[in-house]
């Protein structure tokens, strides 16, 4: 099992803006997983961040407005860069320590955008 | 892209009831797995079943999977207030990364005490 602490748990931010959401967990894990879900939605994989290489991202999300840092194997933040409304989702964090597939998820970064 | 599709969307029941959910998927699959999430909070995992299975059972949980027509079902046995959540079927494709899970729309519950 995994414990994920995610940072910030809720903001409201203004248009225009760029916000860092981090991930801590409480063992070392190859992969991190972010998720977005929209309001109402299911869970849409954003990117793969894996230690010492760059994040794969997911068609239809870009590095220029989702940067992810993965400094080391317990840690990895997400930047949301110039938000608008459409943005406004919660951002969940997850790993997969087990290696079976199944994922651990933080409680989740809820973003509303103004 | 999406792989499940739960249905109902929206289940709501009494206290003591029990609660059946279903999930499709598209494509073949490793494994299949359901979550649990309260209300806008992080995802729970619940119960994990391999493509070599057809039933599972945990707790007052019980999961079948058919490969054949690629679909799942959750039971939940005497539902309680607090199953009150919104379940995610995920499939982890056999093509792709072991741990990259594809999630389901989602089906919202409502135990009624």
């Known amino acids: 099992s995994a414990v994920i602490s995610q940072k910030p748990s809720r903001d409201i931010c203004q248009r225009g803006t760029s916000l860092t959401i981090q991930c801590q967990v409480d063992?070392?894990?190859?992969?991190m997983f972010w998720y977005r879900q929209q309001p109402g939605q299911s869970l849409t994989l954003i990117a793969t961040?894996?230690?010492?290489?760059?994040?794969?991202?997911e068609s239809g999300f870009v590095i220029d407005k989702f940067p992810i840092s993965r400094p080391n194997l317990t840690f990895s933040t997400l930047t949301v860069s110039n938000m608008s409304p459409e943005d406004s989702s919660i951002y969940l964090c997850?790993?997969?320590?087990?290696?079976?597939?199944?994922?651990?998820f933080g409680e989740g970064s809820r973003l509303t955008v103004l | 892209s999406q792989q499940g599709e739960e249905d109902p969307q929206a289940l709501s029941i009494q206290e003591g009831e029990n609660a059946t959910m279903n999930c499709s998927y598209k494509?073949?699959?490793?494994?299949l797995q359901w979550y649990r999430q309260n209300s806008g909070r992080g995802l729970v995992h619940l119960i994990l079943?391999?493509?070599?299975?057809r039933e599972k059972h945990s707790g007052r949980l019980r999961v079948t999977l058919d490969t054949s027509k690629k679909s799942s079902s959750l039971l939940i046995t005497a539902s309680r207030a607090a199953d009150t959540a919104s379940y995610f079927c995920?499939?982890?494709?056999?093509?792709?990364?072991?741990?990259?899970?594809?999630f389901g729309k989602g089906t919202k519950l409502t135990v009624n005490p």
């Open positions: 961040a894996n230690q010492g290489s760059e994040a794969t991202y």
């Open positions: 079943i391999r493509s070599n299975e």
């Open positions: 063992s070392q894990v190859t992969m």
């Open positions: 997850s790993v997969g320590p087990g290696g079976t597939g199944e994922l651990f």
């Open positions: 995920a499939t982890v494709p056999t093509q792709g990364g072991s741990e990259k899970l594809v």
């Open positions: 494509t073949s699959i490793n494994n």
